[in-house]
T-cell receptor
Framework: DTEVTQTPKHLVMGMTNKKSLKCEQH?????MYWYKQKAKKPPELMFV???????INESVPSRFSPECPNSSLLNLHLHALQPEDSALYLC???????????FGPGTRLTVL | SQELEQSPQSLIVQEGKNLTINCTSS?????LYWYKQKYGEGLIFLMM?????EEKSHEKITAKLDEKKQQSSLHITASQPSHAGIYLC????????????FGTGTRLQVTL
């Protein structure tokens, strides 16, 4: 299995809702990433988990809460989001011996 | 200003023509990654370059990293409609291989 999966593919939520994005990989990678990508912009790093521990937080607002319950799973919990948080959220993973990051297909989030 | 600039921003080429996309950094690149993205989808890994002067090819795509490791180019020979998409360069600027900074992107259209 050489892919990163993300669910859901699309998500529409209100500003008072609580939702979660899920990312999964079974390549044995121990580094996992969340990126945010606005339309016509490059992806921007949000969080990095290394060996299931948060190693990088790019000053992301607390309404985004990452979680890495095990080495294959990465979640992003969303609460009280703003319309400007609408974007494509991409998950990626990286192995220990090769530096290339493998990306999932993304979750397109719309906040109303 | 952007740490990683790509040029051109967009490109329209006729099928069968060659094209080059450039990625220029203001800092030394410890690793340079080329990705392709279809609109609203995940990133597909193309190539990784790490050594100054390195050149890699895959099918009709060739990527080079200059000797000073501050500029990379992606060259497509005999372009096809399947090459259409957004090309992104990503760079490891810290030498940690933990964090990628992405370029501004180049949108490629291939006309028949």
């Amino acid at each position: 299995d050489t892919e990163v999966t993300q669910t859901p593919k699309h998500l529409v939520m209100g500003m008072t809702n609580k939702k979660s994005l899920k990312c999964e990989q079974h390549m044995g990678h121990r580094a996992m990433y969340w990126y945010k990508q606005k339309a016509k912009k490059p992806p921007e790093l949000m969080f990095v988990y290394s060996y299931e521990k948060l190693s990088i937080n790019e000053s992301v607002p607390s309404r985004f809460s990452p979680e890495c319950p095990n080495s294959s799973l990465l979640n992003l919990h969303l609460h009280a989001l703003q319309p400007e948080d609408s974007a494509l959220y991409l998950c990626a993973s990286k192995g220990q011996t090769n530096n290339e990051q493998f990306f999932g297909p993304g979750t397109r989030l719309t906040v109303l | 200003s952007q740490e990683l600039e790509q040029s051109p921003q967009s490109l329209i080429v006729q099928e069968g023509k060659n094209l080059t996309i450039n990625c220029t950094s203001s800092k030394t690149l410890y690793g340079l990654y080329w990705y392709k993205q279809k609109y609203g989808e995940g990133l597909i890994f193309l190539m990784m370059l790490q050594k100054g002067g390195e050149e890699k090819s895959h099918e009709k795509i060739t990527a080079k990293l200059d000797e000073k490791k501050q500029q990379s180019s992606l060259h497509i020979t005999a372009s096809q409609p399947s090459h259409a998409g957004i090309y992104l360069c990503g760079a490891d600027m810290a030498g940690t291989a933990s964090k990628l900074t992405f370029g501004t992107g180049t949108r490629l259209q291939v006309t028949l």
